[in-house]
């Protein structure tokens, strides 16, 4: 992944219905980011030259809402996640695994480069 401030989209798969926006950082193997309710801490590698990267992440509510259920919220305890996926200069395809409770949640997202960190 490039280091980067990117915008990143969430739709879950395998049936599911289920959507989620934020932004997150990708820096020199750390990834900080959030949405309204949740954030995520983690860690990443990266093969430059074939375009992947993987790594894991722990996702924390932040904010309850009486109005809303955030994708991967709701638990008194982190959301460990794993992600792989490929990346351009300029954006990347994400696919994960977020086990909830006793659930696997699969899901794609696409994120966008909006700002250089360096």
């Known amino acids: ?3 980067g401030l ?3 989209h969430v739709d879950l798969e395998d049936g599911r219905s289920g959507k989620g926006s934020g932004v997150v950082i ?8 959030g949405d309204a309710y949740l954030y995520y801490v983690g860690s990443y590698v990266t093969n430059e030259a074939a375009g992947t990267f993987k790594g894991e992440v722990s996702v924390m509510q932040h904010t309850r809402s009486p109005a809303q259920s ?3 919220g709701g638990q008194n ?6 992600v792989s996926g490929t990346f ?18 699969i899901f794609r997202a696409t994120l966008r480069k ?3 960190t360096e």
């Open 88 to 105: 351009t200069d300029t954006s990347a395809i994400m696919n994960g695994t977020a086990l909830v409770g006793k659930a696997s949640q």
């Open 26 to 33: 990708f820096r020199d193997g750390q990834i900080l980011g």
């Open 114 to 116: 909006l700002a250089d």
């Open 1 to 3: 992944m490039k280091n």
């Open 6 to 8: 990117y915008s990143i």
């Open 70 to 72: 955030p994708l991967f």
């Open 77 to 82: 305890q982190p959301v460990g996640i794993g």
